[in-house]
Every structure is written in structure tokens, then in C-alpha cells.
């Protein structure tokens, strides 16, 4: 019986391990039919570094556009003694359209020559790329830039730089390329509301290579380089971290000196303020900058910064200098992880939570828009395609706008109210459309050797330590350390879509402390799915340019960054928000003493309060759609 069994089983590896050799095989003689293919060449910048670079193109003499991609990740077509076929499979989709596919490595990445930093400092490699590949025989001159992630988040800044190739951009997943943009200061993702989000802790350990790596020597020729890179690719593999107990390590300045990872580029971050000077030199695109470039750019509502992401389409609709350009920005918004676009499936399911068919004709959408920028085809995408394209959960439907947030959307104010025992689930909190009169606030007691846990949540990249998407937070709402504020069953459906802003009238006896907010959707048998969760830490609450703290028992106002959403909440359901002090691990804990938190070990406990009443009117703004 076993034997047969293990015999089946091994004729069933066999047949997938068959079936996938095939299949690349396939994509390799597909591209080879229509492709010529120039891997590792060097591309030079300014400075004399050369830039790993693999470039398709189709063959024939006529010359075409180019699809740019810029990434600090490994795209080698050999790992492992195995041939991979994930570049040859982006590769051929844009070649068998007509276009140059062209990824290269940031300076300092595995073939790349020169040392990293974080956004692939110095910002004009990006611009020298550009300029190098408009002057090759096979370039009509038109350069598109493609990517999520890492991959896209270089681009903002580079478009600043308004290269006159750089004929159109599709950013997806962007967020660690915003700097400060109005009121959100996240300078990359690292903070929210002045609060460090660890996920930067979490991937820098997987993805910086150490100073020490072999090097392949200068003046490495390209025969050399190719024959090299079949069987060493100069990635490196980290030991598999716990990352759910590494982040508990404190002082958080020694996180990833306690998983033995390379920490210089970490080092340098984790010592900065929101508003250090040194975020403002980087690869960050900052709202004082200008842009240069028509873009179609695509966001997620599980995303880590979805909020700064609609802020930055915006920003640019409002703010670049050239007309065309205001004209010529459009957007998507998903209802997915990060990155997680074309993952999409008939019955989607983000963490827990079915938010039904959420696939989009993305392919079809982009090669349209580098049709229109980079071949001047007069086709029907500005006809055709929605200014805003936006998923509504709950209703479970693709939406469109002509603006962010639709223009048919209005504030409407819920305020915080109770009895003062808002604790839990349990408690007596409410939202109401009145204000209280007299002020019962609710009190709790933070520790932050006992914080808040994150339960799902709009994340990305901290491995093990928290998984994105909605779950189901009863559970968590039985903590005496949550406040829950509730409305009574909607008597008709609402939808949210937009910027959600909040103001809390806060106390505590602490110097410096945080105040966390997540909105969430109640279902009839009491099922809580967040939406999305933002978090503020107190001396920063005049600004990020200087720390104001505490005195002991005085009311403070505090607005904290706005969140953003689309979902309907249907009839029979309610609105609640929960208001705590921590969110851990996706954001760091205060340790309430008032000093700088990164070098410290010992935190204090705090007693805080949330106020409301006539005279402390706290409140969340919710932008219902008529």
C-alpha cells in the first residue's frame, strides 16, 4: 500500500517537474523566435559605475520604445545551476507588442557595480539610464518605467528630474518612494504619525548584502559575466528568521544586530527624526519637488501606505507645473495585499475576508497607456478609461471617479461617546451623530511590555511578524487596553470611500505616548473586519519639526494621519472604530518616557485617557458617498 502510494506520489512530482521544464522551455523558445537577447550589459553612469543591465528587444531594424524596469532585486535567468524564466516571461509579453524590455540592477546589486543604498542613491542613475538607452540605434527615443514595489518606488523622484525620454510611468505599490507629501510625513514608510513601522527592520535584513561579498573584478568582460552568472548569482541566503520574536528585541537600534544582519544602511535610518534633513537628499520624491511625467499609477487597500499613495496622485493632479501633465495621471485601486494586484481571483479572499471578484484587465489597461506615450498610438485609453478606478468592499464592485475622493463624497462626523467604561468589546462605547455634553472619558492602561498585538492590517514585508489583509478582531476587542466605540445596526447601507481623518482629546500621566485607531466593519453575527488602522505619537502632535511633551493630566488635542478606504456597510451592519496605544509589531512601541525610544530598553507604564464632550469633542470624520 505505501509502496504504491509513494510510487503514485513520485510519478505525480515527475509529472509537474516534467510539465514546468516544459513550460519553460516554451517561454524561452517563444522569446528566442522574436527577441534578441543582450544580457550583462554594463551600463555607465556619470561616475563610472556600470549598472548590470539585460535588454530584449525585437528584432528587426526598426527602432522601438522601451519598458524600463529598475529594481534592487535579482532577476539573473540562472539560480541554483537552474535556468528561470520569470524575466523571459515579462520579456516576451512586451516584445511580442513591440517594445524593448530592459531591466537592470541598482548600483551595488549583485552585478551592478558601486555600493547601495536604500533607493538606489544617487538619483541621477536613473536619469544616466535614461540617456544611455535613447541613444541606442535600436531606441525610438521613448522610454516607459514599470515595477511594483522596490521596483517602482525609485521612480517619483527620478520623474522630478523630468528626463525628456522618460515618456510615461506605471508606479505600482509605491508607497517607500513617498516622502512627505502634506500632511503625511512617512519619509519612505518608515514612520506613521511619527512612529517607526518596522517592516523596514524585517526586509532590510532579507535584502542587504554585506560589504564583504565576493566581487567580480573591474573590467569583467560580458562573455565573462554571462558564463559566471549560470551558476553563481551573488544572492545571498540569509538564515530563516522568526521575525514575530526578532521584533520584540529591545533596544530597537539592535534588531538586526541581534539576527546578525547588515546593519549600516538600517543604522543611519533608525537615528533619524520624521523630519531629519537627511530624508530630504535621498531617492525620496518630496512634495516640494516638481513632476514631469504622465502616469497610471496603482494602489491597494491592504497596502502599507495607501493613504500617501492617493495623497501623491493628488498632489501631482494639483501641483506639477505643466498642464499635461495634471491631465495625464490616472489610477487604480485594488482591493488587495501589496503587490498582490493580479492575484486577484474570481472569489478573492484578503486575510479572512471574501471581498468577491476582483480581477481587472491590468495587462490589457498598461500596454494601452504605453501604446498612447511611447508609440503615439491614437487608441481610445482616455476615452475608454476611468480617471480613478476603485474597488468597493462590502458591495464587492469595481467603481469609477473623475477624482479622489468621487466628488459626490461628504464628511460626515461620528463622535466618541460613553459612560467611561468604553474598555473592550464588553464596554458602554458608542458613535453617535451628537455630541456627549458631559466629559466621561475613558481611561486604560498601557504597558509596553504588553502591547496590543497586530492582527492583520494594511502591511507589507514583515515576514512572520503580522499578516496583512481583514480578520476578524473579536478576539482582540476583549483586551481591557482597547476602547471600542460602536454604532447602532445601520438602518440602510453607507459607503466610505475616501480619506478618513480623526481627532482625539487624549490625557495620560506619561511625558510622551502613542494613540493608535482602526475602522472597522461589523457584521450582523458580530464578525469585525479592519479596514484600516493609523496611529499617532504624541510629541509630535504640533509637527514634525520639534517634539512637544506631556504634563501630567492636561488635555491635548491630537489629529492623527488620515486612513483611507472604500467599503459599503451594508444594512443590518455597524461602524466601529478602536482606539489603543500600540499596534506591535507592525508599529514600534513608545516606550512613554519621553527619550528617544530607538536606544532604550525599559519602558515605563501609562495611564491614558481619551475625552469626549462638548468642550473635547472627539471624533472620526467618515467620507459617505450620496
Not at 90 to 105: I, L, T
Not at 233 to 242: F, I, R
Not at 251 to 261: S, T
Not at 303 to 323: E, G, M, T, W, Y
Request: net charge negative; aromatic share 12%; glycine share 8%.
Amino acid at each position: 500500500m505505501n509502496t504504491r502510494l509513494n510510487f503514485a506520489t513520485f510519478c505525480l512530482l515527475l509529472y509537474f517537474f516534467t510539465f514546468n521544464l516544459q513550460a519553460q522551455n516554451d517561454i524561452l523558445e517563444k522569446l528566442n523566435e522574436i527577441a534578441i537577447t543582450d544580457q550583462k550589459v554594463m551600463m555607465p553612469m556619470r561616475d563610472g559605475v556600470r549598472l548590470a543591465t539585460d535588454i530584449y528587444r525585437p528584432k528587426g531594424a526598426a527602432p522601438v520604445p522601451i519598458i524600463f524596469s529598475r529594481t534592487p532585486y535579482n532577476f539573473n535567468s540562472w539560480g541554483d545551476g537552474e535556468e528561470r524564466t520569470r524575466t523571459a516571461e515579462r520579456a516576451y509579453e512586451a516584445v511580442k507588442r513591440g517594445y524593448a524590455y530592459v531591466v537592470q540592477n541598482e548600483r551595488g546589486r549583485y552585478f551592478s557595480e558601486g555600493e547601495w543604498d536604500i533607493l538606489g542613491v544617487p538619483l541621477t542613475d536613473g536619469y544616466d539610464a535614461f540617456s544611455w538607452m535613447k541613444d541606442q540605434p535600436w531606441s525610438n527615443g521613448k522610454i516607459g518605467t514599470l515595477g511594483c514595489s522596490s521596483t517602482a518606488e525609485w521612480q517619483m523622484a527620478v520623474a522630478a528630474l523630468d528626463h525628456p525620454s522618460h515618456a510615461a510611468m506605471v508606479p505600482q505599490g509605491y508607497g517607500a518612494g513617498v516622502g512627505r507629501i502634506g500632511d503625511y510625513y512617512e519619509q519612505g514608510n518608515w514612520y506613521r504619525g511619527g512612529v517607526e513601522q518596522l517592516l523596514f527592520f524585517s526586509w532590510l535584513y532579507g535584502v542587504e548584502h554585506d560589504k564583504f561579498k565576493p566581487r567580480i573584478p573591474a573590467g569583467a568582460t560580458q562573455e565573462d559575466l554571462i558564463r559566471i552568472s549560470r551558476f553563481y548569482d551573488l544572492a545571498p541566503e540569509n538564515p530563516s528568521v522568526d521575525m514575530a520574536e526578532a521584533l520584540k528585541h529591545l533596544p530597537i537600534q539592535d534588531i538586526l544586530k541581534n539576527m546578525n544582519g547588515k546593519k549600516e544602511v538600517f543604522d543611519k535610518m533608525v537615528r533619524r527624526t520624521p523630519n531629519h534633513e537627511d530624508w530630504y537628499t535621498g531617492g525620496l520624491y518630496h512634495d516640494k519637488m516638481d513632476f514631469g511625467v504622465p502616469s497610471f499609477w496603482f494602489a491597494s487597500w491592504y497596502d502599507v501606505s495607501i493613504s500617501p499613495n492617493l495623497a501623491l496622485f493628488n498632489h501631482v493632479r494639483k501641483n506639477a507645473k505643466d498642464q499635461e501633465i495634471r491631465d495625464n495621471q490616472y489610477l487604480v485601486i485594488a482591493p488587495t495585499l501589496h503587490c498582490a494586484y493580479t492575484r486577484a481571483t474570481e472569489n478573492t479572499i484578503v486575510g479572512e475576508r471574501s471581498v468577491g471578484d476582483a480581477r481587472l484587465n491590468y495587462e490589457e489597461q498598461i500596454y494601452a497607456w504605453f501604446d498612447l506615450w511611447l508609440k503615439g498610438e491614437q487608441n481610445n485609453f482616455k476615452e475608454k478609461t476611468p480617471r480613478v478606478q476603485y474597488y468597493t468592499m462590502g458591495s464587492n464592485t469595481w467603481q469609477s471617479a473623475n477624482e479622489w475622493p468621487p466628488a459626490t463624497t461628504k464628511l460626515e462626523t461620528y463622535y466618541i461617546n460613553s459612560k467611561g467604561s468604553a474598555n473592550s468589546l464588553y464596554g458602554d462605547g458608542k458613535l453617535t451623530t451628537t455630541k456627549p455634553k458631559q466629559d466621561m472619558p475613558d481611561s486604560f492602561i498601557y504597558d509596553p511590555m504588553n502591547p496590543v498585538t497586530s492582527y492583520g492590517g494594511n502591511v507589507c514585508c514583515t515576514g512572520n511578524a503580522v499578516q496583512g489583509g481583514a480578520f476578524d478582531q473579536q478576539q482582540m476587542e476583549t483586551r481591557n487596553d482597547i476602547l471600542v466605540y460602536t454604532t447602532d445596526v445601520l438602518s440602510e447601507g453607507v459607503e466610505v470611500s475616501g480619506f478618513i481623518e480623526s481627532t482625539l482629546y487624549v490625557s495620560s500621566d506619561a511625558k510622551d505616548t502613542d494613540f493608535t485607531i482602526k475602522l472597522i466593519d461589523v457584521y450582523p453575527d458580530g464578525t469585525a473586519y479592519n479596514l484600516d488602522e493609523t496611529i499617532q505619537r504624541v510629541r509630535y502632535r504640533e509637527g514634525y519639526d520639534k517634539e512637544v511633551f506631556m504634563q501630567k493630566g492636561k488635555v491635548y488635542k491630537v489629529d492623527l494621519t488620515p486612513m483611507s478606504t472604500s467599503n459599503y456597510f451594508k444594512k443590518g451592519h455597524r461602524i466601529r472604530i478602536e482606539i489603543s496605544s500600540s499596534n506591535f509589531p507592525r508599529f514600534a512601541r513608545n516606550l512613554n518616557t519621553g527619550g528617544t525610544n530607538y536606544d532604550e530598553s525599559k519602558g515605563v507604564v501609562a495611564r491614558n485617557k481619551v475625552h469626549h464632550s462638548d468642550t473635547y469633542p472627539s471624533q472620526i470624520r467618515l467620507p459617505i458617498k450620496r
